[in-house]
């Protein structure tokens, strides 16, 4: 039964597709729930972010159960399939590895993805669809990445979704200490931006969050004013720059409220930045004249900055992660190796178990213990060889000669190899 990954990234699927694929965090104890019922699954976690959705599983088939499973969220489609990668066993340990250690990342060497994926595999083991080699395989990737981190600048000077569109903003729009800066949301990458705004000295910043008090927290810690969702219509033409990061399933900005902030503006240029996914920005607000609109697909070349410095690290930590993989596989086969031999202890042991309660509970009865012996040898033998004795009988039906010398050397004729003649 191997190990396997299936899924769709920032590097093989649009955006578009992407968001019409991810999964809200209370919609994965219910999702997993259902892949407990697919067929052959035996593990399962499932990793969303805003760049990815990926099943990791252990497995009978090689992923089409799953891929037809994921095919069928809402909205994502038949064309799902054409977008999907796969990969197995070492290819999926390698492929956990790398994405844990922020490797397969939009931003090479990026830190949230870690906590994610803890995330993702915390829902999993609560959700009761790991406990084997799936479970190892993420503890083990945690160690991984901990030492990619650890023994390489993989992690130096980290850069961050976020701050390469507060990069954005500063380098092709407006000097920051001199733009009002609209943030939507309050979660990990708002609170990342809030912190980079606030160490380039914007001039003013506002936060409005759909709970409020999320916002005030986060206005408290970076000099800003937190502000109800419900008022953003009133606030949004004072933004120069926007940028929006929200769990929302359905857009939170649509294009006639730009519409409405432009003319109060006198259509000075406004910068919108959407990192969600899925969309917190209609798609449709694009097309407005002095309208500025990127998405997490639309900042690649500050990502490619901080990708070709960091290429010597990622060299470094793509070696620590071959060395890991090979360990994790050395031991995983060793284990499935093993697994005929525990389950043979097993059969043994709940053989022993249940003749000895037989044999109490007649002795218990009164009936002698000469008989209850003779009872205990017999019922012991008996569900020892039941198996056995009808594998080896339908290998001779149909011509298995294999199995019959599997037997003849596990069971070797009494006079064989004692020392005697």
């Not at 499932?46 to 969220?73: F, I, P, Q, V």
């Not at 360990?327 to 709940?350: D, I, K, V, Y």
Request: net charge neutral; glycine share 6%.
């Amino acid at each position: 039964m191997p190990l396997l990954v299936l899924g769709i990234n920032h590097q093989t699927a649009p955006v578009a597709l992407r968001e019409r694929v991810a999964f809200a965090a209370e919609a994965l104890p219910p999702a997993l729930e259902t892949l407990r019922g697919v067929d052959g699954v035996r593990e399962a976690v499932l990793l969303s972010t805003c760049n990815r959705t990926e099943l990791y599983a252990h497995a009978e088939d090689d992923g089409r159960a799953l891929a037809d499973w994921l095919a069928r969220h809402p909205g994502a489609g038949e064309d799902l399939h054409a977008y999907l990668y796969r990969h197995r066993d070492g290819e999926a340990v390698r492929h956990l590895f790398r994405v844990a250690s922020g490797l397969d990342s939009l931003v090479l060497g990026e830190p949230q993805i870690l906590g994610q994926v803890k995330q993702a595999w915390t829902a999993a083991r609560a959700a009761g669809t790991l406990g084997g080699p799936l479970d190892r395989m993420f503890q083990h990737a945690f160690a991984t990445a901990k030492r990619a981190r650890t023994d390489t600048r993989i992690g130096a000077n980290p850069v961050s979704v976020a701050s390469a569109a507060v990069r954005l903003a500063e380098e092709n729009f407006a000097r920051l200490d001199d733009s009002s800066v609209l943030l939507i949301g309050a979660g990990e990458t708002i609170e990342l931006a809030a912190r980079h705004l606030a160490e380039a000295r914007v001039q003013r910043l506002l936060i409005a969050n759909r709970t409020l008090a999320h916002a005030q927290a986060l206005a408290s810690r970076h000099g800003g004013i937190a502000l109800p969702l419900e008022e953003l219509d009133k606030h949004l033409a004072e933004a120069d720059i926007v940028i929006a990061a929200t769990a929302s399933r359905t857009p939170i900005l649509h294009r006639a409220q730009v519409e409405h902030a432009l003319r109060l503006r006198r259509h000075r240029p406004m910068l919108l930045i959407d990192l969600a996914v899925p969309r917190d920005i209609a798609q449709d607000v694009s097309g407005l004249r002095d309208v500025f609109l990127y998405t997490v697909d639309d900042l690649q070349r500050a990502i490619e900055d901080n990708r070709r410095s960091r290429r010597e690290a990622a060299q470094q930590a793509e070696a620590i992660i071959e060395l890991q993989v090979a360990r994790f596989m050395e031991t995983w086969q060793a284990s499935a190796r093993q697994q005929p031999l525990l389950q043979l202890r097993a059969h043994g042991e709940a053989a022993r178990a249940e003749a000895l309660a037989k044999a109490r509970a007649q002795l218990a009865a009164g009936l002698p213990p000469e008989q209850a012996l003779e009872l205990l040898a017999h019922t012991l033998t008996n569900r020892l060889l039941h198996a056995p004795t009808v594998a080896l009988r339908e290998a001779a039906r149909g011509g298995d000669a294999e199995l019959a010398r599997a037997a003849t050397r596990l069971f070797p004729p009494a006079d064989a190899g004692d020392g005697h003649p």
